[in-house]
């Protein structure tokens, strides 16, 4: 259970989901002084949560003793069932065929590499390639667009938009070669209003987000991908905390991969994994120098 749904007041909440609780287990060790600590709130009152949370987790496990298990399942079938999980093109052919068939649904692919390399345009590509239609090979969704840096261009989305619209009025006349070609139904401006677009503008809003994801694609379950550009950018700086830091980052990962897996969808973020090596980096070089 996530400490979003605690019967706790919503200040509460918030404060602990920016100081990367977000599970109930993350709070079974804790102590009130760490937890008052963490959250700059009086001890009696982080008393008062940790009864809350440890009495939650109780009627959980509870509840679970009477769940049913399901058998297990064989390798072979998971083989076989990611092969049919369908793929969203790059647009490169190479890049697709290195990918196995493009970027997988039910996964978190992670983008990494230096500035400028091109993760923004592949990000923007992917937005309006997964709206392709069925027909043409597509998944006919829709995507979120989460933008850390403020590096997403409308009007390079509008421009990649004409010519896929371009590609598939050409795919369309070779395919009906020499017969009346039917007309290509989705225009740029279709795809436009087909990407939702999110501005984030600190960590802490990044973290509200994403928590958010859940109800905003159940209500939405045409989306098929969710691109965050970038995942670190808000983590960067002012964290003198590196366990904080990688707590938040980590519990994130965890969110996009159950978002990935239950929506059967494909998520793009970078430099998640990046940083937790990063930081246990540093933790071996402080462990060497003490």
């Given at each position: 259970m996530e400490?979003?749904?605690?019967p706790?007041?919503?200040s509460?909440?918030?404060?602990?989901?920016s100081?990367?609780?977000?599970?109930?287990?993350?709070?079974?060790?804790?102590?009130?002084?760490?937890?008052?600590?963490?959250?700059?709130?009086p001890?009696?009152?982080?008393?008062?949560?940790l009864?809350?949370?440890?009495?939650?987790?109780?009627?959980?496990?509870?509840?679970?003793?009477?769940?049913?298990?399901?058998?297990?399942?064989?390798?072979?079938?998971?083989?076989?069932?990611?092969?049919?999980?369908?793929?969203?093109?790059?647009?490169?052919?190479?890049?697709d065929?290195?990918?196995g068939?493009?970027?997988?649904?039910?996964?978190?692919?992670?983008?990494?590499?230096?500035?400028g390399?091109g993760?923004?345009?592949?990000?923007?590509?992917?937005?309006?390639?997964?709206?392709?239609?069925?027909?043409?090979?597509?998944l006919?969704?829709?995507?979120?667009?989460?933008?850390?840096?403020?590096?997403?261009?409308?009007e390079?989305?509008?421009?990649?938009?004409?010519?896929?619209?371009?590609?598939?009025?050409?795919?369309?006349?070779?395919?009906?070669?020499?017969?009346?070609?039917?007309q290509?139904?989705?225009q740029?401006?279709?795809?436009?209003?087909?990407?939702?677009?999110?501005?984030?503008?600190?960590?802490?809003?990044?973290?509200?987000?994403?928590?958010?994801?859940?109800?905003?694609?159940?209500?939405?379950?045409?989306?098929?991908?969710?691109?965050?550009?970038?995942?670190?950018f808000?983590?960067?700086?002012d964290?003198?905390?590196?366990?904080?830091?990688?707590?938040?980052?980590?519990?994130m990962?965890?969110?996009?991969m159950?978002l990935a897996?239950?929506y059967?969808?494909?998520?793009?973020?970078?430099h998640?994994?990046?940083?937790i090596?990063?930081?246990?980096?540093?933790?071996?070089?402080?462990?060497?120098?003490?």
């Open positions: 400490v979003g749904r605690l706790i007041s919503a509460q909440r918030g404060k602990l989901i100081a990367g609780y977000t599970s109930l287990s993350s709070l079974s060790s804790l102590s009130p002084s760490d937890l008052a600590k963490d959250l700059n709130i001890e009696s009152e982080a008393l008062e949560i009864k809350v949370a440890s009495l939650t987790s109780r009627l959980d496990k509870q509840d679970g003793n009477h769940a049913f298990v399901n058998g297990a399942q064989t390798a072979w079938d998971m083989l076989h069932e990611e092969q049919l999980f369908p793929r969203i093109t790059t647009s490169c052919a190479d890049m065929e290195i990918l068939g493009g970027i997988n649904c039910k996964e978190v692919t992670e983008i990494g590499g230096v500035p390399i993760k923004t345009q592949l990000g923007i590509q992917l937005a309006v390639n997964v709206q392709i239609p069925v027909e043409y090979g597509g006919g969704g829709k995507a979120i667009y989460i933008d850390t840096e403020g590096s997403f261009m409308v390079r989305a509008q421009q990649i938009a004409e010519a896929c619209v371009v590609d598939m009025s050409e795919y369309n006349d070779l395919l009906r070669k020499g017969n009346r070609a039917c290509v139904r989705i740029p401006n279709d795809i436009l209003e087909n990407i939702f677009y999110f501005r984030i503008c600190s960590y802490t809003e990044q973290i509200a987000l994403i928590n958010y994801l859940d109800r905003f694609i159940s209500e939405h379950k045409d989306v098929k991908i969710v691109i965050v550009d970038s995942v670190t808000h983590f960067r700086q964290f003198d905390d590196l366990a904080l830091r990688t707590r938040l980052l980590g519990g990962a965890l969110k996009l159950n897996r239950n059967s969808l494909a998520v793009i973020a970078g998640i994994l990046a940083q090596v990063l930081f246990y980096i540093g933790m071996a070089m402080n462990d060497m120098h003490t």
